[in-house]
């Protein structure tokens, strides 16, 4: 996922940016408002996620993310020291998804980044007349929550319906185990870890197609689509 990072504290950005290029993330640093605004000219919607810090030297964070809500829907989640209710509502008014008060753990911020994206996949999935995704013989109707191979249902159960279709969004790409475990049952990893093997293990068996999940050693995991 591309993320834009707005911080003026070139420090704090870096060392950031190196956490969550750890987890995946292709990172654009800007250093004020003005340059964030700019990175946005080219394609308005080409970040996933934009981290936007409000202590802007140029100008006010909430002025930023009101000119960047104007030109794309894409996630805004504030990240600022400004604690108190009013600061937050404001925040959220003006368009941003989420508020992040420093100093925050990391993990929570990498969970509230997931977070923000699936509810945005799942805004931007498609009409009912289009909502099936097709990978060889293996088809998934969205609205219906109904899967089939050749033809032929297969149960699932309602976690594993949502993990297939999550991984099936984004055939090739790889999901983090810790981004699994967020959007799907939308928890934190302690402790859910077999959980979600165990998920994995039944699907390739239900839908007989070992191959079709792929496990990234260390990583997570990724849907490898079936040639014809």
């Known amino acids: 996922m591309r993320l834009l990072l707005v911080e003026d504290?070139?420090?704090?950005?870096?060392?950031?940016?190196?956490?969550?290029?750890?987890?995946g993330f292709d990172v654009t640093h800007a250093r004020n408002g003005e340059e964030a605004l700019r990175?946005?000219?080219p394609?308005?919607?080409?970040?996933?996620?934009?981290?936007?810090d409000l202590g802007l030297p140029d100008q006010d964070g909430y002025e930023v993310c009101g000119k960047i809500r104007k030109r794309t829907g894409t996630p805004v989640?504030?990240?600022?020291?400004?604690?108190?209710?009013?600061?937050r509502i404001h925040g959220l008014n003006l368009g941003a998804d989420d508020y992040v008060v420093k100093p925050y753990d990391t993990g929570e911020l990498l969970a509230r980044i997931h977070a923000v994206s699936r509810r945005t996949v799942q805004e931007d999935a498609p009409s009912s007349?289009?909502?099936?995704?097709?990978?060889?013989?293996v088809r998934i109707d969205l609205p219906?929550?109904?899967?089939?191979?050749d033809g032929a249902v297969v149960p699932l159960t309602r976690k594993e319906f949502d993990l297939l279709a999550?991984?099936?969004?984004?055939?090739?790409?790889?999901?983090?185990?810790?981004?699994?475990?967020?959007?799907?049952?939308?928890?934190?990893w302690e402790g859910t870890g077999r959980t979600l093997e165990v998920h994995v293990a039944s699907l390739r068996a239900k839908l007989r197609m070992p191959?079709?999940?792929?496990t990234v050693r260390g990583v997570g995991y990724r849907l490898v689509e079936p040639v014809a």
């Open 9 to 23: 504290d070139n420090h704090v950005a870096a060392a950031l940016s190196a956490v969550l290029a750890r987890h």
């Open 39 to 41: 990175a946005l000219v």
């Open 43 to 52: 394609d308005a919607d080409r970040f996933g996620v934009v981290l936007l």
């Open 77 to 87: 989640i504030m990240v600022t020291a400004r604690a108190d209710v009013r600061s």
């Open 129 to 137: 007349g289009e909502a099936e995704l097709r990978l060889g013989s």
């Open 144 to 149: 219906t929550r109904q899967v089939s191979v």
């Open 166 to 188: 999550l991984l099936a969004q984004r055939p090739g790409v790889v999901f983090r185990r810790e981004q699994i475990i967020s959007e799907v049952w939308r928890t934190s």
């Open 211 to 214: 191959a079709l999940i792929e």
